[in-house]
């Protein structure tokens, strides 16, 4: 397609993912919200990218002055970042419900052992929320809960697949999350029947950057579903931030946190706005305020965009922890 179409199909994409910013204050009626978020959302979808050969994505190549930011960090710094417990575990899990192949866990991550991907993804383990060992999580929290006697797996240093020289293209904005902001404003006026669509096209198209992954068919568009897909679709991407804070999906729960040696885990929200350094703090009277009482810490104020917050989940462990 011409230049000129492609981005104005970018563009439209954008507009639907702000539509999408808005829309948890466009439902409950925020004041200077638009209305029928929603609505404006769908409606941009289908003028958005319409094939992932037109996916935004940032050019990168195996020059020194070319790699992608995530080979530059990793190249210098690796081992200072390590997998978290929860995407590795939705994407086993997603294995195991036979909805998911293991093409995106071992791109996106290292294995733990050096050996190669296992199908079922057993040899991939997430980073524990204070390197425990014994905190299950209730039913239905991602944790990173398993055995990681071999160690935990790093990111993957994004070559080309290949020869890992860093070329790979960081997605930006794609057909992928195009068509689940459909899946997602479908469902929420029209129910699973009316996501379908989306959702099958997204799964019908799956990669990352120019890395493809075999399509693997219908799962069932529920929000859980959908959010799950668009979760780890959007690896590196901080969209997947305000998914959560609008839909509370998927369902994790943040490493707790020891106040003193020997003390027990208490929860603490997942931040729903980002921090503000100590200057601002002392120098800016609008920063929003927070508090801690010593047993929870008061959420930092939400954005007016996101007036509802997410429940805050824990642990079921009560064994305290030793830092």
């Known amino acids: 397609a011409p ?12 507009k639907a993912r702000l539509f999408m910013h808005v829309a948890e204050a466009s439902v409950a009626g925020v004041a200077g919200a638009p209305p029928a978020a929603y609505d404006s959302a769908l409606k941009y979808v289908p003028l958005g990218i319409n094939t992932p050969a037109d996916d935004f994505i940032w050019y990168h190549d195996g020059t020194a002055t070319g790699n992608n930011i995530w080979y530059q960090f990793q190249a210098t710094r690796f ?11 939705i994407l086993k899990d997603r294995i195991q419900a036979g909805i998911e192949g293991n093409e995106r866990l071992a791109f996106y991550f290292l294995t733990a052992d050096g050996e190669d991907p296992a199908p079922d993804g057993s040899n991939f383990f997430g ?11 209730a039913p239905g929290v991602y944790n990173g809960n398993g055995d990681a006697a071999g160690g935990y797996s790093f990111f993957n240093t994004y070559g080309d697949g290949e020869s890992a020289d860093g070329g790979t293209r960081i997605p930006e904005l794609t057909y992928a999350e195009t068509q689940l902001i459909g899946a997602e404003a479908a469902f929420q006026l029209g129910g699973q029947g009316a996501a379908q669509p989306f959702l099958d096209a997204a799964r019908a198209n ?26 780890t679709t959007l690896f590196l991407n901080p969209e997947v931030w305000n998914d959560y804070k609008r839909t509370c999906l998927p369902s994790l ?11 027990a885990p208490r929860a603490t929200p997942i931040a ?52």
């Not at 729960?253 to 003390?263: E, H, I, K, L, T």
């Open 272 to 323: 729903a706005r980002l921090p503000y350094g100590q200057q601002e703090n002392t120098a800016n009277p609008n920063v929003p305020a927070t508090s801690s009482t010593g047993v929870a810490v008061t959420p930092i104020s939400q954005n007016p965009n996101d007036p509802n917050p997410c429940p805050v989940l824990n642990y079921t462990s009560s064994t305290p922890l030793a830092n």
């Open 206 to 231: 799956r990669s990352w950057g120019t890395i493809p992954f075999p399509a693997l068919g219908s799962v069932p568009a529920t929000l859980e579903n959908i959010m799950e897909e668009k979760y």
């Open 127 to 137: 980073y524990r929320p204070s390197a425990t060992t014994d905190m299950p999580t």
């Open 253 to 263: 729960a943040p490493a707790p946190v020891n106040d003193s040696p020997g003390s």
């Open 3 to 14: 230049l000129r179409a492609v981005y104005t199909r970018v563009a439209n994409s954008l």
């Open 79 to 89: 081992g200072d970042l390590s997998a978290g417990g929860a995407l590795i575990e």
